[in-house]
């Protein structure tokens, strides 16, 4: 990444997240007009953290603000990332990613490009590669369709049975008890569907946003070691 001058406050955020020691880190940081990368990491040196986690704190504070998630009723059905890249991917990092997803989701997907776009998609999990100015960012996203799916049914039927019962006990045309007996399995129905879309939601978006986190680390870690010049190292 380029060697920018960082000020104080996002010096304190970035020794923050490397060594989750703000305390420490603000004690060695001087107060001065900015301070660049390779000081920093200097500066983390003599706090004994390691350079390369002052380098990917850093370029954390470079990222666009992340997507929200899609919810339903409160329920998230979809995970999102979005990681802006410092140059251009070669064809071979690409094709590196598309491993690293594959081995990652456990499935071959789908690989698209057109002009300068490029995809990776797999149901309803998409991975794209876009322009971002003189650079490129890529866009993690993905939604649990078949949840959303369940649960709109399961609201369905339990609609369709509460008017049922409601009509039935309007018009007279059934005791009470009789109604409730004719919708209970049609509610019950409802209820077990929409159980069904929305219990599994939280673990899988926890997983598929942890494994777009590390997909994100991965790819940033990989860039950044190949810019790094021959004999350099």
Known sequence: MTDRRYSDDEVSEIFARASET?????????????????ELQQIG???????????????????????????????????????RLERRMTDEEWERLVVDL??????RGVVRSEGSLRQWSNGNLQVLLEPDGDAQRVRFRTVRGNSRAM??????????????????????????GEAIARVGSLAFAGAGAFALGAIPL???????KQQMDDLADRLMASLAVRQIPPGRE
């Open 22 to 38: 703000e305390q420490e880190t603000r004690r060695l940081v001087p107060t001065r007009e900015g301070l660049t990368l390779t």
């Open 45 to 83: 040196r003599e706090a004994g953290i390691a350079p390369e986690l002052v380098a990917q704190a850093a370029r954390s504070l470079d990222q666009p603000q992340q997507p929200a998630a899609p919810v339903f009723l409160g329920l998230p059905i979809g995970a999102a990332r979005t990681v």
């Open 102 to 107: 594959r081995e990652t989701f456990e499935a």
């Open 151 to 176: 649960m709109f049914l399961g609201l369905g039927l339990v609609g369709a049975s509460a008017a049922t019962f409601l009509a039935a006990v309007l018009t007279g045309s059934v005791p009470a």
């Open 202 to 208: 939280p673990r899988w978006a926890r997983l598929r």
